[in-house]
């Protein structure tokens, strides 16, 4: 871990704010659905709705179809890039940063080695390229395709390869707004109608990674793009960059015109989806999560949307739509305040007016005596006792 002791501190209440609003989350930005995500370096995307709920948080008149329509035109594309999962990207983005997180991609598949014994990665590349370019596959469809050319080999592994060894792009409509689609893949290149960009050196990524995450350390921006040995491209930033230190002596790095509000700066109540960049792309995350809460928005591979309040952390939602009636539950952590309650039923209302379209809320309080419907995460031993405490749905339909 890297300390310094002469650079200014930053307490865990700064780096909140700095974080929010490089966030777009301490007030909601005009950006276009495509600009917003170009300045986010991508929104985590695993299941489909979660980019247009976490655009919804961050942008002052957004509508869905905003989003839904730059994919159908190909201007943002949902392609495993960071970490090893979805994420919506640019056009742009996915021809360059795709390359960048590449090599991860090839060590991934150190873990499937067994199922690929006597394959060879770069026929299957070839072979699979040829597949998804004559038209769009599903995984199935991939798997069955390679067997026939690698009878022993794990089925699974061998779609995995070829996720890992290409650029795969999931083609419409999967991903569109009100619309289903299966997963179908094909390459970015062929979908996007150009290359792809050499790998490219991570300095300009980590100039646009501080900007959408700053101030940061490098082994926060390795967690972030599933990458090791960053220290260099820091390094040779240096002369560019402003240093900071958290307050375990952690140095940070930042741009130097980047905003960094007041530790008091009120932040607004928000509803963020499962798999937020914000809560994913810090090794220490701290700055949103605090110790007493940490782990508490899983259970098991079940991740769930959160709920920030003063910043923070606060608790988990669920929104369930049935016979055109809309139903969001926010389940609170711990105990609001009465400000903190209207705020984020102010914003519960708002969230489902862009999702749902305007209509006349109804308030259900709920009842600390009625367990939750929902497989909520369940409490921990020191977990308060408001913990699966419904305290308002907000219903629309």
Same mark, same amino acid.
């Given at each position: 871990?890297?300390?310094?002791?002469?650079?200014?501190?930053?307490?865990?209440?700064?780096?909140?704010?700095?974080?929010?609003?490089?966030?777009?989350?301490?007030?909601?930005?005009?950006?276009?659905?495509?600009?917003?995500?170009?300045?986010?370096?991508?929104?985590?995307?695993?299941?489909?709705?979660?980019?247009?709920?976490?655009?919804?948080?961050?942008?002052?008149? *957004?509508?869905?179809?905003?989003?839904?329509?730059?994919?159908?035109?190909?201007?943002?594309? %949902?392609?495993?890039?960071?970490?090893?999962?979805?994420?919506?990207?640019?056009?742009?983005?996915?021809?360059?940063?795709?390359?960048?997180?590449?090599?991860?991609?090839?060590?991934?598949?150190?873990?499937?080695?067994?199922?690929?014994?006597?394959?060879?990665?770069?026929?299957?590349?070839?072979?699979?390229?040829?597949?998804?370019?004559?038209?769009?596959?599903?995984?199935?469809?991939?798997?069955?395709?390679?067997?026939?050319?690698?009878?022993?080999?794990?089925?699974?592994?061998?779609?995995?390869?070829?996720?890992?060894?290409?650029?795969?792009?999931?083609?419409?409509?999967?991903?569109?707004?009100?619309?289903?689609?299966?997963?179908?893949?094909?390459?970015?290149?062929?979908?996007?109608?150009?290359?792809?960009?050499?790998?490219?050196?991570?300095?300009?990524?980590?100039?646009?990674?501080?900007?959408?995450?700053?101030?940061?350390?490098?082994?926060?921006?390795?967690?972030?793009?599933?990458?090791? %040995?960053?220290?260099?491209?820091?390094?040779?930033?240096?002369?560019?960059? !402003?240093?900071?230190?958290?307050?375990?002596?952690?140095?940070? *790095?930042?741009?130097?015109?980047?905003?960094?509000?007041?530790?008091?700066?009120?932040?607004?109540?928000?509803?963020?989806?499962?798999?937020?960049?914000?809560?994913?792309?810090?090794?220490?995350?701290?700055?949103?999560?605090?110790?007493?809460?940490?782990? %508490?928005?899983?259970?098991?591979?079940?991740?769930?949307?959160?709920?920030?309040?003063?910043? *923070?952390?606060?608790?988990?939602? %669920?929104?369930?739509?049935?016979?055109?009636?809309?139903?969001?539950?926010?389940?609170? *952590?711990?105990?609001?305040?009465?400000?903190?309650?209207?705020? !984020?039923?102010?914003?519960?209302?708002?969230?489902?007016?862009?999702?749902?379209?305007?209509?006349?809320?109804?308030?259900?309080?709920?009842?600390?005596?009625?367990?939750?419907?929902?497989?909520?995460?369940?409490?921990?031993?020191?977990?308060?006792?408001?913990?699966?405490?419904?305290?308002?749905?907000?219903?629309?339909?």
């Amino acid at each position: 871990m890297t300390k310094t002791s002469t650079a200014p501190v930053l307490s865990v209440r700064e780096l909140n704010r700095a974080t929010l609003a490089r966030q777009l989350l301490l007030s909601r930005a005009t950006l276009s659905a495509k600009d917003a995500v170009d300045h986010l370096v991508g929104l985590q995307a695993q299941n489909v709705k979660p980019p247009y709920h976490a655009l919804a948080a961050r942008l002052e008149g *957004f509508a869905p179809q905003e989003l839904s329509a730059a994919m159908e035109a190909r201007e943002v594309v %949902r392609i495993v890039t960071m970490r090893s999962t979805i994420h919506t990207h640019t056009a742009d983005d996915c021809l360059t940063l795709r390359p960048l997180v590449q090599a991860a991609r090839e060590r991934e598949l150190y873990g499937f080695r067994a199922g690929l014994a006597g394959v060879d990665l770069d026929r299957l590349a070839a072979i699979s390229r040829e597949l998804v370019e004559a038209e769009p596959r599903t995984m199935k469809q991939l798997r069955e395709a390679l067997l026939v050319e690698w009878p022993d080999a794990d089925p699974a592994a061998l779609a995995i390869a070829a996720r890992c060894r290409l650029p795969l792009v999931q083609v419409t409509p999967r991903g569109l707004w009100g619309r289903s689609g299966q997963v179908a893949l094909t390459t970015a290149e062929h979908w996007l109608g150009r290359p792809s960009a050499p790998a490219p050196a991570p300095d300009a990524t980590v100039l646009r990674y501080l900007a959408a995450f700053g101030p940061a350390s490098v082994k926060d921006m390795q967690t972030w793009a599933g990458l090791t %040995r960053l220290r260099e491209a820091f390094e040779r930033l240096r002369p560019q960059l !402003v240093t900071f230190a958290d307050e375990h002596g952690v140095e940070l *790095f930042d741009l130097p015109d980047a905003p960094r509000p007041d530790a008091d700066t009120p932040a607004p109540a928000r509803l963020l989806p499962e798999f937020d960049n914000l809560l994913l792309s810090h090794a220490d995350r701290s700055r949103v999560v605090s110790a007493g809460y940490k782990g %508490r928005t899983w259970r098991g591979n079940q991740a769930y949307p959160t709920l920030l309040v003063d910043g *923070f952390l606060a608790g988990v939602w %669920r929104l369930e739509e049935a016979g055109g009636r809309a139903v969001l539950t926010v389940e609170p *952590f711990g105990t609001l305040t009465d400000r903190q309650r209207v705020e !984020v039923m102010e914003e519960a209302e708002r969230m489902l007016s862009v999702l749902t379209g305007p209509a006349e809320p109804q308030l259900e309080p709920g009842s600390s005596s009625s367990p939750s419907p929902s497989p909520s995460p369940s409490p921990s031993p020191s977990a308060p006792a408001s913990y699966d405490i419904r305290f308002g749905t907000v219903v629309r339909g």
